[in-house]
């Protein structure tokens, strides 16, 4: 849904209408709490074993800007938080990240050898080609260095209020 600012925020306007909108806005309805969670990792869900899949082409690459994050085991503190606070919590809707905006381009450039980093036995160290393609891109883009501005990556998640609001900070943030 359009947006006034490129940061989203969990008082931010959302598509009602989707299916998933609706659930949660019953819950809410009904004095429930509402956590919209940035992608979850930890244990095998490892981002920088997504690169493939996600992006499978140049053009891929050049369409991937911001990626927002949170980790399981501060998922699983933001629960017990909300089931300690609870009246403040009920009738909420929080968003939970690690409080990073990450650069895909940035991250793709970190993993170039990402065989070697899954422990395979690499000989001729040639670098993914998610990174080479990073590399052409910053030659096309004009783009000097990485992480690339925030402007460049387009929309940001705020999900600090959840932590002010609680007292905490997540403690597995930086993929």
């Known amino acids: 849904i359009p947006q006034r600012t490129i940061w989203v925020s969990r008082r931010s306007p959302y598509n009602t209408d989707s299916p998933r909108a609706v659930a949660e806005d019953e819950l809410l309805r009904l004095g429930g709490c509402v956590l919209n969670l940035a992608g979850l990792w930890g244990g095998e869900r ?7 899949r996600v992006a499978k082409s140049k053009e891929d690459v050049k369409g991937k800007k911001s990626l927002h ?11 017990l938080a909300v089931l300690k606070q609870w009246d403040t919590a009920k009738g909420q809707r929080w968003m939970l990240t690690d409080g990073f905006v990450y650069d895909w381009w940035a991250l793709m450039s970190g ?56 007292g905490l900070v997540p403690l597995k943030a930086r993929i």
């Open 69 to 79: 994050m949170i980790h399981g085991h501060d998922v699983a503190r933001a629960i």
């Open 46 to 52: 490892q981002p920088k074993n997504w690169v493939g």
């Open 111 to 166: 993993w170039a050898d990402v065989k070697a980093q899954q422990g395979e036995e690499v000989h001729d160290e040639e670098p993914s080609d998610q990174a080479k393609w990073v590399y052409e891109l910053m030659d096309e883009e004009r783009v000097w260095a990485l992480p690339r501005s925030m402007e460049a990556l387009g929309r940001r998640y705020f999900g600090r209020e959840f932590w002010d609001h609680f």
